[in-house]
């Protein structure tokens, strides 16, 4: 299967945030209301969050009143909800406390506290329940000709980090070998750029990879071998999210000036 995703470049975080906005916008508008609400997982980070506020300040009607969709998280910290490390509480900030009830289903981290930090146990639990949760609301596909079902989003948003890692699936992990069929895996300490060190919780390869639409954000020069490894057709210094070039899906990357310049040929 090649690999062609759409590039755009933006010469600003701010720009770059506002084609967020319109990508999201134009897939919900191309599938024709009838097929509202459309699933969205979410990602932390700076840039989305300000995609998020545009979402907010600009279209809010089309997703409060018109319920045009669903939003999920793609990863999350096993943290209080109204942790500032939580990324549910991020989106919420700016977005998702004016978005019903209804239609948001963040993972249920409730059972940690500021004085009881979640385990291992905890973790693992919340991983299970909400992938069961997401198998019961959304469609579901085989992996592969005979494998297990996994759910199908309709958008999948997701950053990069600088080692490589895309949602909470981090060089070393666990979830970098779970491609096979969990839907949501837990995650420990796999690797010191994790910060800060408490268990996630996150989408897996396997989830993602069958989305029907993948908006990959990303700024900073730092980021610029991950975008060159995932682009590249040779897998030389392959970064962990290199898996995304086995997405079912359509796939689009908006990126900085920083990163675009002499980017690899694909």
């Known amino acids: 299967m090649s690999f062609k995703p759409t590039i755009s470049v933006h010469a600003t975080p701010q720009e770059l945030s506002a084609a967020g906005c319109r990508k999201i916008v134009e897939i919900i508008e191309a599938s024709g209301s009838q097929q509202w609400p459309l699933s969205i997982a979410l990602a932390g980070g700076s840039t989305p969050k300000m995609t998020y506020a545009r979402l907010h300040d600009e279209h809010l009607n089309l997703l409060r009143e018109k319920r045009a969709l669903r939003f999920f998280m793609g990863d999350e910290r096993m943290v209080p909800a109204d942790s500032t490390d939580s990324n549910y509480n991020m989106a919420r900030e700016v977005l998702l406390h004016d978005i019903p009830d209804d239609l948001v289903f963040p993972f249920d981290t409730s059972a940690v506290t500021p004085s009881a930090e979640a385990t291992s146990a905890d973790a693992m639990r919340v991983a299970e329940a909400y992938g069961k949760q997401l198998a019961s609301l959304l469609p579901l596909k085989s992996v592969g000709e005979a494998g297990p079902k996994v759910p199908v989003f309709d958008v999948v948003l997701l950053g990069l980090g600088s080692d490589g890692h895309t949602a909470s699936i981090f060089p070393g992990s666990q979830a970098e070998k779970e491609t096979d ?86």
């Not at 408490?198 to 610029?224: C, D, F, H």
């Not at 290199?242 to 796939?251: A, H, I, Y």
């Open 181 to 266: 069929g969990k839907v949501v895996v837990s995650v420990g300490f796999p690797s010191e750029t994790m910060k800060p060190k408490v268990w996630r919780v996150t989408l897996s390869p396997a989830t993602i990879m069958q989305a029907r639409n993948v908006i990959v954000l990303a700024t900073g020069a730092e980021k610029k071998w991950v975008v060159d490894g995932i682009l590249a057709d040779t897998a030389h210094k392959a970064p962990v999210a290199r898996f995304l070039r086995g997405c079912e899906g359509n796939v689009s990357f908006l990126l900085d000036k920083e990163i675009a310049e002499n980017l690899a040929k694909f």
